[in-house]
């Protein structure tokens, strides 16, 4: 009954999650600077290979017309961006989850304590959301650095991609949550993952998928992500679209949180 009382959360007006999350923070100083040098290599190897090497084919070959206006270096800027939101949020919810609740069970410590699974839960959450923010800001002045900035919108494209993070960190912690072993993951990542990197917008406009397979990339939270970090960073769109992707991430990010508070409830409370 302790369990279920302390699982279900707390009343007082001073929240705990804070404490929470001062632990991943603190695990965090130990192994910052390998993922500082990977935060700022791999922009400057996507931009490099695809915008300059690959970019300067296309753009000879094809023109900047199929890309609204835009080279391929500023096309595809801001799709590897949110491409690299979702990537970061689907790691960081994948196998850190699983471990904290199977194999060093931080969780399980955490409860221990005066914390709620919720407490445990916004705690991940929001460190979450500090990788993807700081990741997010060096991929962002590396773009600007390459000239794939366009306009005095486009700082507005870190928040929006650490809100497409959202939209795949909650769903994908719900379903690291009710995992026995890490088989599940390959299939996450091999069968929707990877296919929504290639076929969301990140590297060619949707249009030039199969007519059946464009609402399909539609759906995905990474096109949306894609097509309002694009509209940002050039300069195009408009407020009723831009409202629309946001609203669209949104719904993902807060059913995902609904669902990932059901399943670690029903994975740590006893």
Known sequence: MASQARG??????????PRALQYWMRQYRRTWRGSAVSSVLAPLGFLTAMGIGLGLLIDRGRGS????????????APGLLAATAMQTAVFECTYPVMGAIRWNRQYHAMLACPLGVRDVLRAHLAFVGFRLASTLAVFWVVAAGFGAVHSWWAPLAVPVGVLT???????VFAFAA??????????????????MFLFS??????????????????LTPLWHGVSLCRALMLGSGNWVGAAGHVGYLA?????????????LSRRLVV
Not at 179 to 186: H, K, L
């Open 65 to 76: 017309g199929e890309l609204g206006g835009a080279g391929y270096l500023s096309f595809i």
């Open 178 to 195: 009710r995992q026995e072993t890490d088989e599940g993951f390959a299939l996450l990542f091999r069968f929707l993952i990877v296919p």
């Open 251 to 263: 719904v993902w990010a807060l059913g995902g949180y609904l669902l990932a508070a059901r399943e």
């Open 165 to 171: 993070g959202a939209a795949f960190a909650t769903p």
């Open 201 to 218: 917008g990140t590297f060619f406009p949707i249009t030039g998928l199969p007519g059946w397979l464009q609402p399909v990339a539609e």
């Open 8 to 17: 279900a959360g707390r009343s007082g007006a001073t929240p705990l999650w």
